[in-house]
Every structure is written in structure tokens, then in C-alpha cells.
């Protein structure tokens, strides 16, 4: 393991704890990840697109935007999925709307957006970023 997903899994270790329900694989859509996320998933054979690849996909009836991590309704990488999937139901602004609740309560919007620019600045350039 590298030093940068040895840094990255740190901070995962620190969010909350979030026992999913696993009812909420209709929010898993297109999504983006840092070079060191994408190459966890890629080494679990799950490669992300950029999402806008996926939005014109599901625009031209191709795909119906479904995140590619997703198996049985549930995510086949769970351990490895990226930040802004760590974070989904942990911040206030983003909950789980089936009522699955960290424990010690939401994360605020600005403490949701650090972890982000954290692993961002570990994990390096993004697809969006690549695209531009």
C-alpha cells in the first residue's frame, strides 16, 4: 500500500461510523474520485467514468446512470469507495433519507468539504480535472 492510500485511509478511519441499511443504491450515480481512488476501484475492477460521460449516456438512453460499483443493489468495493461516497449520510446537507444517522451526529457542510480537499490534496488529480 502506498503512502498516499495509507494517508487517505486514515482519514476515512476518522469519519463517523454509519451503519448502512443498504437502501439507498438509487443515489448511487455517476460519481468521481481522486487518482488514488479510482486506482483502488480499478484494482477491484471498477472503473469510473467521468460523470458527464455518464450524464450524456443516460441523456442519449445508453445508461441509466447507475454507479458501476453497484452488484445486487449493494456496493461490490464498500471498503474502498471514495470520499464523496463516505460522506454521503454523514453531512447535514447530504443525510440518508432512510434514516441511517452517524454516530455523534451529522458532520456540517464545511467539515464534509475539508475531508474532501484533504484526500484531494493526497489523492490527486480527479477525472474533471483531467478533462480541463
Known sequence: MTRRTEAIRDIWSRLPELECK??????CGPIDGTAV???????RGVELVRPMTTVL?????ISDGTCPALADG???????R????RLWGLV?????????VPVGGHLAAGQGFAVL?????????????EAS
Not at 481512488?37 to 484494482?43: D, I, Q, S, V, Y
Open 82 to 85: 471514495p470520499t464523496i461516497c
Open 22 to 27: 443498504g437502501l439507498c443504491q438509487e443515489s
Open 74 to 80: 449493494r456496493c461490490s468495493v464498500y471498503e474502498d
Open 92 to 100: 447535514a446537507e447530504m443525510p440518508c433519507e432512510f434514516g441511517c
Open 37 to 43: 481512488e479510482r486506482n483502488l476501484l480499478k484494482r
Open 57 to 61: 449516456s443516460m441523456l442519449d438512453g
Open 117 to 129: 480537499a484533504r484526500v484531494a490534496a493526497i489523492g490527486g488529480r480527479s477525472l474533471i480535472e
